[in-house]
């Protein structure tokens, strides 16, 4: 698997320079998970994001009346970035829909390439509120659970202080 074309083809990364992502793509780790795996449950506090590079995951959002399904994502989609960026509760719980490969980056991996670069997390903020702009079209349920509801200004701030920058 090459772990770096995985991350570079991702928008969120967009703002790493070439050295940095090979350092991220060195310190990231390949998980598998079989059918029916949590890979992260709403409300939990998590560390870590993944970026799924084979199989498909079920994103569902705790709603009356039992789970409310509002994304399955596939390879080269990612889940748990807000909880790493800015250190929040888990938005939503991802599934495992059969067996699942993911490229797991925590917390302590994504930190060491933070701190050479601040610009960074200005950068990513700005991926993140294009993205919301887009998904905001496609529904309001992926809007929310996508950003954890914040707004540019404020996840820079949520990663500064998340990262002690």
Partial sequence: MDIFRALRALPL???????????????????????????????????????????????TLHAPGGPKEIALLGPGEMAGEISLLTGATRTATVTAVGRLEAIEIDKATFGTIVAMRKPILERIAAVIEQRRAELGRVRQDAQAWRTGGFGYQELVAKMTQHYGR
């Fill in 13 to 59: 990364f967009e703002a790493f320079d070439e050295a940095e992502l090979t350092t991220l793509a060195g310190l990231a780790k390949v998980r598998n998970f079989p059918s029916g795996a949590v890979l992260m449950s709403q409300g939990d506090f998590g560390t870590s994001m993944f970026v799924v590079t084979a199989g498909k995951a079920r994103v």
